[in-house]
T-cell receptor
């Protein structure tokens, strides 16, 4: 079974630039999460979807961050006007309905100079 | 506000020793706990979950849960260098699929 796939694996930006991260969850998993993990810290939830619907985006810095999952499968997380404080690994995870177990991708490591 | 607190921040144990990690939730609505392990440069992978009061054992790993105090602990016996990793505790609420993670405990097992 294929795991959660993320791309790109690495991105280096200057402040003010934009970047998009893409995630392909495990087939059949209806719930998809985006987490931000600063270096040496735990993952912090940004947003999660059930199918194409946003269930909770309360932790998403809405002025510069956006996330979509238009067909309930793949998802894109976009950061506009990046800041140095956005430097972190962005983890995508998926979960089958009502199981409670998260399957993480390898992450997209962002460095903002 | 951090909903899940983990201690200690870091832990060093000798090979063959016992490692004990703690996790407490400040959200009284949570009732499910998970432990994930994240090796350096890798993504987190689930180790164990616990939903009921008491103890659960899988091989060298034992998890305890006290739902009254919202405290869970993970114990690793006969620790191996390959156990060196960041251990993350996560919590969630019945009917919700928000998973809140703690900052983690960094475990180093010295040969």
């Amino acid at each position: 079974e294929a795991g959660v796939t993320q791309s790109p694996r690495y991105a280096v930006l200057q402040e003010g630039q934009a970047v998009s991260f893409w995630c392909d969850p495990i087939s059949g998993h209806d719930t998809l999460y985006w987490y931000q993990q600063p270096r040496d810290q735990g993952p912090q939830l940004l947003v999660y979807f059930r199918d194409e619907a946003v269930i909770d985006n309360s932790q998403l810095p809405s002025d510069r961050f956006s996330a979509v999952r238009p067909k309930g499968t793949n998802s894109t997380l976009k950061i506009q006007s990046a800041k140095q404080g956005d430097t972190a690994t962005y983890l995508c995870a998926s979960s089958p309905l009502n199981t409670g177990q998260l399957y993480f991708g390898e992450g997209s490591k962002l460095t903002v100079l | 506000q951090q909903k899940v607190q983990q201690s200690p921040e870091s832990l060093i144990v000798p090979e063959g020793g016992m490692a004990s990690l703690n996790c407490t939730s400040s959200d009284r609505n949570v009732d499910y706990f998970w432990w994930y392990r994240q090796h350096s440069g890798k993504s987190p992978k689930m180790l164990m979950s616990i939903f009921s009061n008491g103890e659960k054992e899988e091989g060298r790993f034992t998890v305890h849960l006290n739902k009254a105090s919202l405290h869970t602990s993970l114990h690793i016996r006969d620790s191996q260098p390959s156990d060196s990793a960041l251990y993350l505790c996560a919590a969630s609420r019945t009917g919700y699929q928000n998973f809140y993670f703690g900052k983690g405990t960094s475990l180093t097992v010295i040969p």
